[in-house]
C-alpha cells in the first residue's frame, strides 16, 4: 500500500523545511493568499533539495483573509487568475530545472470547488491549459475531482488528517464546531481508517466512503511536525509507502 502526503509551503510558517522531510509532495502558495517571488524561488529550492514533488497552490485573491474569504466570481476570472498563478510557478520550477508536478487550489477556492461544478470546471480548464499532464488535486470525491476527470487531468483524491468529515463527505466548515482536531490520536487514528479502508466517520456517526491518494499536513500547527513524524512512523509500522509516484 503506498500513500502521498502533502504540505503547504511558503504561507510564512518556519517549519518548512523540517516538514519538507517528512512529505512526498509540496503545494507552494503563489501570492494570491500567501507568498512572494522569492518565496516561490525558496520554496522551490527546498523542494528540489529535499526531493519532494512540486505543486502550485493557487487561491482567490485574498491576502487579507489568507484565500478565506468566500468569493462569487466569473468563471472566465478565475480561470485567468489559476492561469496566472500556476504559470508563475512553472516558470521559477523550470528555471530551477525542476517541474511543476500538481495543483492544488488552497482554501476557499478549494472548499468552493468541491461543490460548484461551474468553479471546479474553470479550475480544470485552466490547469490543463498550463500543461495536460499536471495531476490536480482535490477533496476526495468532490465536484473538483469530478471536473478534472472530464477535461482529461489525471486526478489525487485527498483526505486530511486533522480536519471533521460532514456525511456528505465535505469538510466541516471552520466556522462550526467540530472542524479540527486537536487530538493527535484521533487524527492519527482517523488517517489510518481512510487509507486503509478507505472510508471515514462524519461528526454525526455516519461511515463515508473516501478515495484516499493523498494526505493533506497542515504545517502551521503548534504540533504539526510531531504529528508528521508519529505518522510517518504508524506509516512504517503498517508498511505504506510514502512517495508521490
Known amino acids: 500500500m503506498k500513500i502521498d502526503l502533502n504540505a503547504d509551503l511558503g504561507e510564512g510558517s518556519a517549519s518548512d ?4 522531510t517528512l512529505v512526498s509532495s509540496a503545494n507552494i502558495a503563489c501570492g494570491f493568499h500567501a507568498g512572494d517571488a522569492q518565496t516561490m524561488l525558496q520554496s522551490v529550492r527546498w523542494a528540489k533539495a529535499s526531493g ?16 478565506r474569504t468566500a468569493m462569487q466570481l466569473p468563471p472566465e476570472t478565475v480561470y485567468a487568475q489559476m492561469i496566472y498563478q ?10 530551477e530545472g525542476e517541474r511543476l508536478v500538481h495543483v492544488k487550489p488552497h482554501g476557499m477556492l478549494y472548499n468552493q470547488a468541491a461543490a460548484d461544478a461551474t468553479l471546479a470546471d474553470a479550475i480544470a ?4 491549459a498550463v500543461d495536460p499532464a499536471l495531476i490536480l488535486v482535490g477533496l476526495a470525491g468532490s465536484a473538483s475531482i469530478k471536473a478534472a476527470a472530464h477535461h482529461g487531468l489525471r486526478t489525487r483524491e485527498e483526505v486530511f488528517a486533522d480536519r471533521g468529515y460532514l456525511a456528505t463527505g465535505a469538510l466541516v466548515p471552520r466556522s462550526q464546531p467540530g472542524a479540527m482536531i486537536d487530538e ?9 481508517t481512510m487509507v486503509q479502508q478507505r472510508q471515514v466517520q462524519s461528526i454525526s456517526g455516519e461511515w463515508v466512503p473516501v478515495n484516499a491518494e493523498t494526505v493533506c499536513l497542515h504545517g502551521d500547527g ?16 503498517q508498511h505504506i509507502t510514502v512517495t508521490s509516484a
Open 52 to 67: 519532494v514533488a512540486i505543486g502550485a497552490h493557487p487561491s482567490f485573491p485574498d491576502r487579507e483573509n489568507f484565500g
Open 17 to 20: 523545511q523540517e516538514l519538507l
Open 125 to 128: 480548464r485552466a490547469v490543463k
Open 222 to 237: 503548534v504540533h504539526a511536525l510531531q504529528f508528521a513524524r508519529t505518522l510517518r512512523a504508524a506509516f512504517a509500522t
Open 184 to 192: 493527535a490520536d484521533q487524527a492519527l487514528a482517523q488517517t489510518l
Open 86 to 95: 500556476i504559470g508563475a510557478l512553472k516558470s521559477i520550477a523550470e528555471s
